[in-house]
């Protein structure tokens, strides 16, 4: 079964940091392009980064200069370091996985999700 699984939301505060990790199993992704969404209440569904499988990285400009996105090809993992953390980064975050690396990443052609980690950031 076809599986991506997030972990590492919390509760932080403003300044900050988190690291999400998203493990995907079922099959080989090291072909896909990985990344992260997110979804405050109330809001659509919004793109905050992705990697492809050339290793290219993608990031909104909201996120720009403070999120780092990286993957682990071997273990099929791809992860997410938050810094400097501010109260509007506050969202569901999803780990998505596109089949064909469409960059920057369209929500609508996203092939596999994951269940979400909630993000708090106090301020």
């Known amino acids: 079964q076809v599986q991506l699984v997030e972990s590492g939301g919390g509760l932080v505060q403003a300044g900050g940091s988190l690291r999400l990790s998203c493990v995907a199993s079922?099959?080989?992704?090291?072909?896909?392009?990985m990344g992260w969404f997110r979804q405050a209440p109330g809001k659509d569904r919004t793109f905050v980064s992705s990697?492809?499988?050339?290793?290219?990285?993608y990031y909104a400009d909201s996120v720009k200069g403070r999120f780092t996105i990286s993957r682990d090809k071997a273990k099929n993992t791809v992860s997410l370091q938050m810094d400097s953390l501010k109260p509007e980064d506050t969202a569901v975050y999803y780990c998505?996985?596109?089949?064909?690396?469409?960059?920057?990443?369209?929500?609508?052609?996203?092939?596999?999700w994951g269940q979400g980690t909630q993000v708090t950031v106090s301020s």
């Open positions: 990697i492809a499988w050339t290793g290219a990285t």
């Open positions: 079922g099959r080989n992704f090291s072909t896909y392009a």
């Open positions: 998505a996985a596109d089949r064909f690396n469409v960059h920057p990443m369209n929500d609508l052609g996203v092939g596999y």
